[in-house]
């Protein structure tokens, strides 16, 4: 009876590292789009609501691509990443089509999909113990669960005050995803003995 050969634990670590610069272009990405929404709440929330609307979308599809590209994941978190890719892409869809919208209705929308990508980011922390990074996808779990809550608890908040929760929310997120990025490129540089 013939055995699976292991992978390689070079050519995984290489594999994973390859994505560093993706990673960093969305994380970059991420941050300038909050530091846009804190400087200028008032007058960009159109633009805002767009830009976020193809965030998400493009979130949604690196989401359901990563759940089955991952070949580490179970199949429970296989299932949470499709689910959570799905959702984004529709949230984004929504978003792009309907700028104007109601500030209530979008914060209902964006409250909603926070505090569930905050579950699922934060159930997948703590169901996988091996995963990279583990402590700060807890960290955004719970920070995406508080925005959430946040916004679904005031959804009448002025345009200036939800931008800031948006601008805050994606400012920290994006400045995760560049240190993961870096992180990344780090994983690479020694899975090829540099």
């Known amino acids: 009876m013939a055995q699976r050969s292991q992978p390689d634990p070079q050519d995984v670590l290489a594999r994973i590292g390859a994505a560093w610069g993706w990673v960093l272009i969305f994380g970059v990405l991420t941050l300038l789009l909050g530091f846009l929404a804190v400087v200028w709440p008032g007058r ?3 633009v805002i609501a767009v830009l976020l609307g193809l965030e998400l979308i493009i979130v949604g ?14 199949g429970g978190t296989r299932v949470l990443m499709a689910l959570l890719g799905i959702l984004s892409f529709i949230v984004g869809i929504y978003a792009t089509r309907h700028v104007g ?11 909603i999909y926070w505090v569930v990508h905050g579950f699922i980011e934060l159930f997948s922390a ?25 916004v679904l ?4 908040i002025s345009l200036a005050v939800l931008a800031w929760v948006l ?5 920290v997120y994006g400045a ?12 690479r540089q020694l899975a090829h003995g540099r």
């Open 44 to 46: 960009t929330v159109v």
């Open 61 to 74: 599809i690196f989401r359901f691509v990563e759940a089955f590209a991952y070949d580490e994941a179970t």
């Open 101 to 111: 919208v109601t500030v209530g209705a979008l914060a209902l929308v964006l409250g």
């Open 126 to 150: 703590i169901s996988d113990r091996d995963m990279n990074g583990r402590g700060w996808a807890m960290f955004t779990g719970v920070l995406s669960i508080v925005a959430g809550t946040v």
């Open 153 to 156: 608890i005031q959804p009448h």
């Open 167 to 171: 601008g805050i929310w994606l400012i």
């Open 176 to 187: 995760i995803m560049i240190y993961t990025a870096f992180r990344l490129r780090s994983v």
